[in-house]
């Protein structure tokens, strides 16, 4: 449970577009407004994702990958767990919630000196 409160992470895209951000200079940032998204559940962390403006926001794109930071062997490893999307319902968002227990799982090769380092390991879809 402890990992779970310290890995879990909701994880809150928001591209705000409307006609007055269009007209604004690319690269600038309006106040975020996250008002409208559940907040985090006990043990969970919220973070945000905040675009600049874009002339045509539609084109953008946010590629997100969730991970964990384990001592881990010579093994190829990853995060056992799923990526949630989430509708906002009546917003015209989503959102995701990573559910996780903090297991991982991985090659099963033979490591000669049992060395573990500090890694880390990706949830994989």
Known sequence: MKFLKAVSVVLMMVVVGNVSAQKKKTGKFEKLQIEMFPKAKEGFKQ?????????????????????????LDC?????????????????????YEIESSG???GTLMACPDQKKNKEVCFITT
């Open 47 to 71: 973070v945000y994702i905040q675009l600049p403006v874009a002339k045509n926001e539609n084109d953008l794109k946010v590629e997100f990958f969730v991970g964990a930071e384990k001592m």
């Open 103 to 105: 297991e991982t799982g």
């Open 75 to 95: 093994n190829k490893h990853f995060l056992m767990g799923k990526v949630n999307t989430q509708d906002l319902q009546g917003w015209g968002y989503s959102y």
